[in-house]
């Protein structure tokens, strides 16, 4: 594959340096840190358009950029310097109710150039159990408070209203309170970082070389395509059980590869499910993502690689939840289940897949820092006691 040159290099090195800084920064200072996920801790930059340039945990890819646009829908020309946007809304790009995403625009002059993003799993934000994850949940209600975009800072002014109310509706308000003045540092650091690049390079020669970068990986990825066999394969994923029905859910994709694209069919997967394993539009094309990701290690990780994406996810199915369903385990069992149809499908076409990647720890629900309790029913994966 053709690599990046001049500028353009240059500036991925500095975004890549920019989001290494970024991501110890958080995970040394999180007050909540032993309660939560870290593998959900995402920082990221996009363009001026919402457009992901750089992000330091690929898998959350698709979640970052869907993230973006729901708040570049929402505010569109209303933006101004030092405005922070915050939201945890699942229906509006995100996962799970837990995962707080930040947004910072970053100007040049009055010129929007970027945005620097972090996305945290707070600790509790209300619902039926702490933390948010209750198999019982018939409704996102009961999950925790949703947040769609709101102006946390309105021209570097903190809104204590929106503070107010998220420590208001929090088991653990303290914790809440100091993870997002963590986040808001890593923040005001990327802004300064970007700024330097701006400066160096001017803001019409930043936003140009963050377009390049996107460009490059599209081209990488239709290249690929050529040397992969044309033609559609299937794949089905392991039983998903959510404590309330007796039925197994499952993940069923139909992958197809043409000259130019991918297109990824979930037509056949299992219908929407009463309790927590349901699963947002956004989650389950990031975790469909994944795999391509593997299979194309070489690939500088932006937007480009949606660019060659195609998804089919009907809209009465477990993977494509709507409002007010519940979807508390959304980026764990249902995720995973998404990759293994995918990688199933692309074994099926004698895609190969580095080594690593196809071991147990790739298609299995990884440890996580808390145990979640269910019905105890046969083959339910939520035991009743902890272990």
């Known amino acids: 594959m053709a690599t990046v040159t001049g500028a353009q290099q240059e500036m991925t090195h500095a975004l890549a340096a920019t989001l290494r800084r970024m991501r110890p920064t958080l995970l040394r200072n999180l007050a909540s840190l032993a309660v939560i996920d870290r593998r959900h801790v995402t920082c990221a930059l996009t363009t001026a358009e919402g457009q992901v340039v750089g992000i330091d945990t690929p898998a959350r890819l698709g979640i970052v950029r869907a993230v973006a646009r729901s708040v570049l829908d929402y505010f569109s020309d209303n933006l101004t310097e030092g405005d922070v946007i915050l939201t945890n809304d699942p229906f509006s790009g995100g996962t799970h109710i837990q995962d707080v995403t930040l947004l910072k625009p970053l100007f040049a ?6 945005w620097a993003v972090v996305q945290v799993p707070v600790p509790d934000l209300g619902g ?3 933390g948010g994850y209750y198999p019982f949940a018939l409704e996102v209600w009961a999950e925790g408070v949703r947040v769609t975009p ?11 209203d929106v503070l107010t109310m998220l420590t208001l509706n929090s088991r653990l308000p303290h914790l809440i309170e100091k993870d997002l003045d963590v986040m808001l540092v890593v923040l005001d650091r990327c802004q300064t970082e970007v700024a330097t690049l701006v400066s160096k390079h001017t803001p019409a020669g930043y936003c140009h070389a963050l377009s390049e970068s996107i460009g490059e990986t599209t081209t990488q990825i239709h290249t690929a395509l050529t040397t992969l066999p044309h033609g559609e394969w299937s794949g089905e994923s392991l039983p998903v059980h959510c404590c309330l029905e007796d039925t197994q859910f499952r993940v ?9 694209t991918v297109v990824l069919d979930f037509s056949g997967s299992s219908a929407a499910a009463k309790g927590f394993v349901n ?4 989650t389950t094309m990031a975790a469909a993502a994944t795999p391509f990701l593997s299979l194309w290690p ?9 660019q060659c994406l195609t998804f089919t996810i009907p809209d009465k199915s477990f993977l494509h939840a709507t409002l007010p369903m519940s979807v508390g385990w959304s980026p764990y069992q249902p995720s995973q289940a998404v990759i293994q149809a995918v990688t199933a499908a692309l074994q099926q076409a004698q895609c190969v897949l580095p080594p690593e990647n196809q071991s147990e720890a790739w298609v299995t629900a990884p440890p996580l820092p808390f145990t979640i ?14 272990e």
Request: aromatic fraction near 8%; include cysteine.
């Open 109 to 114: 002059g009055d010129r929007l150039v970027s």
């Open 128 to 130: 039926m159990a702490l």
């Open 150 to 160: 709101t102006k946390l800072y309105r021209q570097g002014v903190l809104q204590r």
């Open 252 to 260: 069923k994709v139909r992958v197809a590869f043409t000259p130019d």
């Open 279 to 282: 699963s947002t539009a956004a």
């Open 298 to 306: 070489s690939l500088l990780v932006n937007e480009g690689i949606f």
């Open 373 to 386: 309790t269910g019905c105890g029913r046969s083959g339910c994966p939520f035991p009743t006691q902890p």
